[in-house]
């Protein structure tokens, strides 16, 4: 399950971002390490959202900053 | 005073991509005009327009993937990617790539837009209404706002100088060249990239235009035919869309570096109407006196304009009354010409002023006057101007003046001069 989640959730950041593959490992930041900027990670949790068919609030997705953080959160709560 | 030259030029139009390549086209009497392709318009009265060629950049079509990367396209209303499209065109035309903090604080931007991000704002509200707000992108308002080509624009080429953008309907590209000349003028800026975009060429746009009239519905089976200033059978005027930028510079700061001068901007004058919305005065005069107020700003005659590219959109009344004003202000130049390029390309709206001020430099820089196409049979009150039928004429011409009309009564004229 965490695999395909963690598949899916990098799918989408390497589409949004428009960074290479490789460089979207669990650890990486959006902002820090990927080139995304404040309004880029809010787009991003709304593909996720879209992706996995939930809703993530703000709260939770203020927390979202790693793409580990958003496989944790989608394994967690979908 | 400090002068102001042209040292760059940029376009993106249904006739292509790139100045030179639109220029040998519009030159050769070709039209951009055609069926619209990318809505439904079974619906629309109007039904064609003069969209934008896609194919690719070294034969003369836009291909957006050579401007700007599709993932940043996702965040752009396409009237922002044609603005950063046409400056990125004029920068490189001209040579501009400062690096110091000096030069790049004395670099600013003045590019607007009539509309601007209609499509977006459009797709934004049917999908709040089907899906709700929260599924609405945080690009959304970015991505529509007119000043974002001048912002853009600044953050790619670290231009910190005037920032700053024209909303005056069809007049913005005019007002935009003006006004950006005046900074430099009042040593604001020593170079400035200024122009207009438009993307108003989507279901919501040609239906709004359609509702205030403005539009030609009896061309549809015939599109290249559509746009006909002057000419008996005009019935309304055929949207373009697209972009034009001028890099302009002040004259010394131009020879210091050695470059390449198309003309000089020389005069400039606005005015308002004071009297509808979308009518202009009978009688003309709001054009009158902004052609009049650019003269004498420029210190030249009406006797010494040899070209002018008319505001001429090819509707009924607008194009009789323009007609009236100039063969008032000018009645006794019998040499100068005038013809209405908006035959080829349609009206590009917040565009229109800045493709056809470049449309007057090149005609100053390559002595060939561009045609009024379709001009078959001009009306009776418009008689005893040249307005360059159907086909290009070659002319070595020193002054050219540029008439732009917007909405709201809101009139732009420009008086470029050949450098020499």
Redesign the interface.
């Known amino acids: 399950m965490s695999n395909d989640v963690a598949d899916r959730v990098k799918k989408i950041v390497v ?4 960074v290479e593959e490789a460089k979207v490992v669990e650890s990486a930041s959006f902002i820090d390490d990927l080139g995304a900027d404040s ?1 880029d990670t ?2 991003l949790v ?1 593909a996720f959202e879209e992706e996995f068919g939930c ?1 993530i609030p703000d709260d939770a997705a203020e927390k979202i900053v790693t793409v580990q953080n958003a496989v944790d959160f989608i394994s967690e709560n979908v | 005073m400090r002068r102001v030259v042209i040292t760059g030029l940029g376009m993106v139009s249904p006739l292509g991509c790139g100045v030179d390549h639109i220029w040998s086209r519009i030159t050769n009497g070709e039209s951009g005009l055609g069926k619209i392709t990318q809505f439904e318009t079974s619906d629309l009265p109007c039904q064609i327009a003069g969209e934008i060629p896609v194919g690719e950049t070294a034969d003369g079509y836009f291909n957006a993937d050579d401007h700007i ?4 396209r996702r ?1 752009l209303d396409p009237f922002i990617v044609y603005g950063i499209t046409a400056a990125q065109q004029a920068i490189e035309d001209a040579g501009w790539k400062p690096e110091d903090e000096e030069s790049l604080c004395r670099t600013g931007v003045m590019i607007g837009s009539g509309i601007g991000g209609l499509q977006t704002i459009a797709n934004g509200a049917v999908m709040i209404e089907e899906k709700g707000p ?2 609405l ?3 959304f308002i ?1 991505s529509s706002l007119i000043n974002l080509i001048s912002g853009h624009v600044s953050i790619r080429y670290g231009y910190k100088g005037p920032n700053h953008s024209v909303v005056t309907a069809c007049s913005t590209g005019a007002h935009a060249i003006g006004d950006a000349a005046r900074l430099i003028q009042m040593d604001d800026a020593d170079v400035m990239i200024a122009g207009g975009a438009e993307a108003a060429v989507c279901r919501i746009g040609i239906a709004g235009f359609c509702a205030s009239r403005a539009l030609s519905t009896g061309y549809n089976d015939t599109p290249e035919k559509g746009s006909r200033p002057w000419d008996k059978g005009r019935d309304g005027f055929v949207m373009g869309e697209g972009a034009g930028v001028v890099v302009l510079e002040e004259l010394e700061h131009a020879k210091a570096r050695g470059a390449t001068i198309y003309g000089e901007v020389v005069g400039y004058g606005l005015s308002g109407d004071a009297h509808h919305i979308t009518a202009p005065p009978p009688d003309g005069n709001g054009g009158f006196r902004a052609m009049s107020a650019a003269l004498k700003r420029a210190g030249i005659n009406a006797s010494d304009v040899n070209y002018i590219n008319a505001h001429g959109t090819s509707t009924p009344l607008g194009d009789e009354i323009e007609f009236g004003a100039v063969k008032r202000l000018f009645g006794d130049n019998e040499d100068v010409c005038m013809s209405s390029t908006k035959s080829a390309i349609g009206h590009l709206l917040g565009a229109a002023g800045a493709v056809e001020a470049i449309f007057s430099v090149k005609a100053l820089k390559e002595g060939v006057i561009p045609p009024t196409l379709n001009l078959e049979d001009p009306s009776d009150e418009c008689q005893g101007i040249d307005l360059v039928p159907l086909e290009a004429q070659e002319r070595k011409i020193d002054v050219a003046l540029s008439n732009s009309f917007g909405f709201g009564g809101t009139n732009a004229s420009l008086v470029l001069k050949a450098f020499r």
């Open positions: 589409e949004h971002l428009g309004l809010v787009e709304m809703e | 990367a599709a993932k940043d965040k929260r599924k992108s945080p690009f970015p």
